[in-house]
């Protein structure tokens, strides 16, 4: 699986984002998928995963309530839905692919797309 994220850029605090990683092999719809950040001088965390069927959905309590992740598999594409952004939402946002939504969410996927820049202004 090669995955390709995009849809970052530089948006005013309060405002909204949608990502997108576009994924590449015919077993999309069997991997489960997520998304991480890694902010200038930090360390690369958790921000939500979905399973294969999307009837399961994880986040970081940071981004509850503001963040939403989904998934597209008739076009082998993840989503975030990203609104009321704050500045400390700064960051590269990657997205990760693996059978299992354990490893997912643990951050050792097997696959990573190379990241897509988020920044808020304030």
């Known amino acids: 699986v090669q995955l390709q994220a995009s849809g970052g850029g530089l948006v005013q605090a309060g405002g909204s984002l949608r990502l997108s990683c576009a994924a590449s092999g015919r077993t999309f719809s069997r991997h489960a998928m997520g998304w991480f950040r890694q902010a200038p001088g930090k360390e690369r965390e958790f921000v939500a995963a979905i399973n294969w069927s999307a009837d399961s959905t994880d986040y970081a309590d940071s981004v509850k309530g503001r963040f939403t992740i989904s998934r597209d598999n008739d076009k082998n594409t993840v989503y975030l839905q990203m609104n009321s952004l704050k500045p400390e939402d700064t960051a590269v946002y990657y997205c990760?692919?693996?059978?299992?939504?354990?490893?997912?969410?643990?951050?050792?996927?097997?696959?990573w797309g190379q990241g897509t820049l988020v920044t808020v202004s304030s």
């Open positions: 990760a692919a693996d059978y299992s939504l354990s490893r997912v969410r643990a951050g050792t996927s097997n696959y």
